[in-house]
């Protein structure tokens, strides 16, 4: 069974920092391109992040290039994103994703294979 479980989200003051984390069961995270994606209840799943097998090469959400980074630890299966100068519009539940496809970007959620079930960030303004 596949699962992707993520942790760290939290309440935070804007202008502060905050990393999410993602673990991953039943799959080698070696062989996924991962993502982050977030979404609030009035929006669209919105693209933040991802990175490719190889941790070297990553993509940004226009919103967020600059303050966040995503990292991936293969040894530990797991991918992060440290966010800093957080703002009351980075306020969503941040879900971790991962895409079988052997590409080195992708925002299209609808492209992902697995999915966590998600982590609230909560920025205070």
């Known amino acids: 069974q596949v699962q992707l479980i993520e942790s760290g989200g939290g309440l935070v003051q804007a202008g502060g920092s905050l990393r999410v984390s993602c673990v991953a069961s039943g799959i080698n995270l070696e062989r996924y391109l991962m993502a982050w994606f977030r979404q609030t209840p009035e929006k669209e799943r919105e693209f933040v992040a991802c990175v490719d097998r190889t941790g070297g090469i990553t993509y940004y959400g226009d919103s967020v290039e600059g303050r966040f980074w995503i990292s991936r630890d293969n040894d530990k299966n797991t991918v992060d994103l440290q966010m800093f100068d957080l703002k009351f519009e980075d306020t969503a539940v941040y879900y971790c994703?991962?895409?079988?496809?052997?590409?080195?970007?992708?925002?299209?959620?609808?492209?992902?294979?697995?999915w966590g079930q998600g982590t609230q960030v909560t920025v205070s303004s």
């Open positions: 994703a991962a895409d079988a496809d052997f590409v080195p970007m992708q925002m299209d959620p609808d492209e992902y294979d697995f």
